[in-house]
């Protein structure tokens, strides 16, 4: 299994402003992944944290809205940017030790409201 | 697009009775994963199924799988209030595009009443 830290566990924002969430993972991992969670909703993919390169981002999301750094095998930031109280969600990353059809682990999330 | 689908939507149950929910998928997977996520929190990964298998079991939790139907189902046998939560089925993306990233259903919200 992975232990996942995620930092800060919530937030009130006001709109206009940017929030940076962090995740640590216990150990050294393949694949890391940003989830989004409207309230009320199911889990959205953002995009995939790739060490050492860009992002993938999936449809509907861009990079200078939801900047990603992936510095090493076990870190990984996600920045909400110019905030609106649309982005209020909860944000989970998500890791697979392994690529290829193993178990993936979440964070505890970061629940986040923007006024 | 949508990979999973949970049925019913909401189940509330008395203690001690026990709980199905079901996943329907569209397109043919390796794996389905099962989460549970109480109250808003992060989820707690129950249990991953492989196209190979049938039928795994986890304590009070059994998880069926049947690919011919593209469905999973998840039994939880004598229930606690403890195990009100939502409840998500998983599967990979069909692409691969993003390596194993899922595609999360609805989820189910299971209410068990002591």
């Known amino acids: 299994s992975a232990v996942i830290s995620q930092k800060p566990s919530r937030d009130i924002c006001q709109r206009g402003t940017s929030l940076t969430i962090q995740c640590q993972v216990d150990?050294?991992?393949?694949?890391m992944f940003w989830y989004r969670q409207q309230p009320g909703q199911s889990l959205t993919l953002i995009a995939t944290?790739?060490?050492?390169?860009?992002?993938?981002?999936e449809s509907g999301f861009v990079i200078d809205k939801f900047p990603i750094s992936r510095p090493n095998l076990t870190f990984s930031t996600l920045t909400v940017s110019n905030m609106s109280p649309e982005d209020s969600s909860i944000y989970l990353c998500?890791?697979?030790?392994?690529?290829?059809?193993?178990?993936?682990?979440f964070g505890p999330g970061t629940r986040l409201t923007v006024l | 697009s949508q990979q999973g689908e949970e049925d019913p939507q909401a189940l509330s149950i008395q203690e001690g009775e026990n709980a199905t929910m079901n996943c329907s998928y569209k397109t043919s997977i390796n794996n389905l994963q099962w989460y549970r996520q109480n109250s808003g929190r992060g989820l707690v990964h129950l249990i991953l199924i492989r196209s190979n298998e049938r039928e795994k079991h986890s304590g009070r939790l059994r998880v069926t799988l049947d690919t011919s139907k593209k469905s999973s189902s998840l039994l939880i046998t004598a229930s606690r209030a403890a195990d009100t939560a939502s409840y998500f089925c998983a599967a990979p993306r069909p692409d691969n595009q993003a390596g194993t990233a899922l595609i999360f259903g609805k989820g189910t919200t299971l209410s068990v009443s002591s």
């Open positions: 150990s050294q991992v393949t694949m």
């Open positions: 944290a790739n060490q050492g390169s860009e992002a993938t981002y």
């Open positions: 998500s890791v697979e030790k392994t690529s290829g059809g193993d178990t993936q682990y």
